[in-house]
């Protein structure tokens, strides 16, 4: 079935650096793919939904300018979290729609673990 | 937009047992309720789907159930095991240009006790 892989699974960052996330569609192409952001024992809260070639649709409430999202091709989404801070520390998950169009199962990547210290 | 609404929030039962988990949702024009089990950081793994064509569906010790009229549905697990124990969510999609975004409900933590 279609995969979406994620990476890094786990990275720790200094308050005040950024982080880059990637989310690929291993052998689909996905013209939009959607960031989540899951605290701890909360549910997934959709963050952003990512198109490929213009520019991301975020979610009330979710600063643009802190969570840079680009999806230059067909294949990948980067999620950059700019001027990390403690409470940005949480586990950031992408997914895509597999390939066929409407009717497709959605696929989640892996997840990224981020912890700011 | 669409809201999501997942009862209950724990669920402890015995192994052997039945679990089932409700979810309703806001806006008739959703079509597709897949439901998720997620295990701790990992991601969340569809389990059963169903879309707003059908009623019912069964995949072995699963089965959901959808009542448009009313706007929920339900996820049914039998003879549960321990190895069922997770959290699990209901989640619905709409129709639109924005294909595949996921609205989730909040949750069901469960516990098989063996």
């Known amino acids: 079935g279609a995969v979406v892989s994620q990476h890094p699974s786990r990275v720790i960052c200094k308050s005040g650096t950024s982080v880059k996330i990637e989310c690929r569609s291993l052998?689909?192409?996905?013209?939009?793919m959607f960031w989540y952001r899951q605290f701890p024992k909360q549910s997934l809260m959709l963050m952003a939904t990512?198109?490929?070639?213009?520019?991301?649709?975020?979610e009330q409430g979710v600063e643009k300018d802190k969570f840079l999202i680009n999806h230059a091709s067909l294949t990948l989404s980067t999620l950059t979290v700019t001027s990390a801070h403690p409470e940005d520390s949480s586990f950031y998950i992408c997914?895509?729609?597999?390939?066929?169009?409407?009717?497709?199962?959605?696929?989640f990547g892996e997840g990224s673990w981020l912890t700011v210290v | 937009g669409e809201n999501v609404e997942q009862h209950p929030s724990t669920l402890s039962v015995q192994e052997g047992d039945s679990a089932v988990i409700k979810c309703t949702y806001s806006?008739?024009?959703?079509?597709?309720f897949p439901w998720y089990k997620q295990e701790l950081g990992k991601r969340p793994q569809l389990i059963i789907d169903?879309?707003?064509?059908?009623g019912e569906k069964k995949d072995q010790r699963i089965a959901v159930t959808l009542n448009k009229t009313a706007k929920h549905f339900s996820l049914h697990i039998t003879e549960t095991q321990p190895e069922d124990s997770a959290v699990y969510f209901c989640?619905?999609?709409?129709?639109?240009?924005?294909?595949?975004?996921?609205?989730f409900g909040r949750g069901t933590q469960l516990t098989v006790w063996p």
């Open positions: 997914s895509a729609r597999g390939p066929g169009g409407a009717g497709n199962t959605i696929y």
């Open positions: 052998d689909f192409q996905a013209t939009t």
């Open positions: 990512s198109n490929e070639g213009s520019k991301a649709t975020y």
């Open positions: 806006d008739s024009a959703s079509n597709y």
């Open positions: 169903i879309r707003s064509n059908v």
């Open positions: 989640a619905a999609s709409m129709k639109g240009s924005t294909l595949g975004r996921l609205y």
